[in-house]
């Protein structure tokens, strides 16, 4: 029945993001009482996610370690560069909505990837590796890259981001890994069809929740916000763009390109949100909040513009056709 409910839940994944958002919204004050919930609910997500990842997934990496250092590349040297260059252009002297940009775009790979990643045939051990790598390196990458790139503009409590990123994401992913490596991927089988139903309405009540918090300057339409939403696709889609003309000039192969694509495009935007909210004013978790929005959908797009080239996984051709 778990495991039924989990494929149901993948065809929604485009859905589940604005319906989160969307409840957030509605209830307001009555939601954003529980924001101390969402360190809780993001460790456990990233717990049900790591079970599958094994340390000897790394070891067939390490051997052509080119595609790890290019994503990592992407994800936290151009990416946030970028997204630095687009709040200036369009945003200029809004420090929080830069702030917001920056913080969508340097947050690590998104575990969710991998569900995409293998619908469309792409490189799973490299997939886990990179999600393993960033994992690790998350929490000294992305409070060292805001403060060189934002500077003294915004206050940022480093060390108490660096525990909050330790705590939610490093220490549940070894947790799994361990458990992974002890019963010799046996609890895969059994616990992930499990515990994946229960992470994905776990993330939809981090997004609501987190939702919840930005409610007024969501429910506030303007065109200033119309615009925000614009180049928060522009910047995504930039991602995406980014990951395949390298992995295209690099001349890897469709698999490796697959994962590329994918995991340079995506983001854990759910710890991004979590990190908004606990330490930033409500205004940078706004970007943050409506990357939530547009990431499944975008993955979506991008998924059936792959799919041309590479026929998906038949029991989940629902996932890309969303």
């Not at 830069?98 to 969508?104: C, D, F, S, Y």
């Not at 690590?108 to 051990?125: C, D, L, R």
């Not at 995504?236 to 992995?247: D, I, P, V």
């Not at 970007?287 to 797009?301: D, H, K, N, R, T």
Request: include cysteine; hydrophobic fraction near 55%; proline fraction near 6%.
């Amino acid at each position: 029945m778990l495991h039924s409910l989990n494929r149901r839940l993948n065809r929604m994944m485009p859905l589940i993001t604005p319906v989160s958002i969307l409840i957030g919204v509605i209830c307001g004050s009555r939601l954003s009482s529980f924001t101390y919930l969402s360190p809780w609910l993001f460790a456990f997500m990233t717990f049900a996610g790591s079970i599958s990842l094994g340390f000897r997934d790394l070891l067939s990496v390490i051997k052509k370690p080119a595609p790890l250092f290019v994503c990592l590349f992407v994800l936290h040297v151009a990416m946030p560069i970028i997204a630095l260059a687009f709040g200036h252009l369009t945003f200029p002297g809004d420090t929080y909505t830069i702030t917001g940009l920056v913080l969508a775009a340097v947050i690590p790979t998104g575990v969710s990837s991998f569900i995409w990643v293998h619908i469309y045939k792409g490189n799973i051990a490299l997939t886990l590796s990179i999600i393993l790598i960033d994992t690790i390196v998350a929490p000294f990458a992305v409070p060292g890259i805001l403060s060189l790139l934002i500077g003294t503009n915004v206050q940022l409590d480093v060390s108490a981001m660096m525990s909050s990123l330790f705590w939610m994401i490093v220490v549940p992913s070894l947790l799994g890994m361990i458990l992974n490596e002890w019963s010799k991927g046996a609890i895969v089988p059994v616990w992930s069809p499990r515990m994946n139903p229960f992470s994905k309405l776990a993330m939809a009540a981090v997004i609501a929740i987190n939702g919840s918090v930005v409610a007024p300057y969501l429910t506030d339409f303007s065109w200033r916000l119309v615009g925000l939403a614009a180049v928060i696709v522009a910047l995504a889609s930039t991602g995406y763009l980014l990951s395949f003309s390298l992995s295209k000039l690099m001349g890897w192969s469709e698999a490796d390109q697959t994962a590329l694509i994918f995991n340079g495009g995506m983001r854990n935007i759910s710890a991004g949100a979590v990190l908004a909210v606990s330490y930033f004013p409500a205004p940078v978790a706004v970007p943050v909040v409506l990357g939530m929005i547009f990431q499944q959908m975008l993955a979506s797009l991008v998924g059936f513009l792959i799919g041309r080239r590479v026929k998906p996984e038949p029991s989940d051709t629902a996932s890309s056709a969303a």
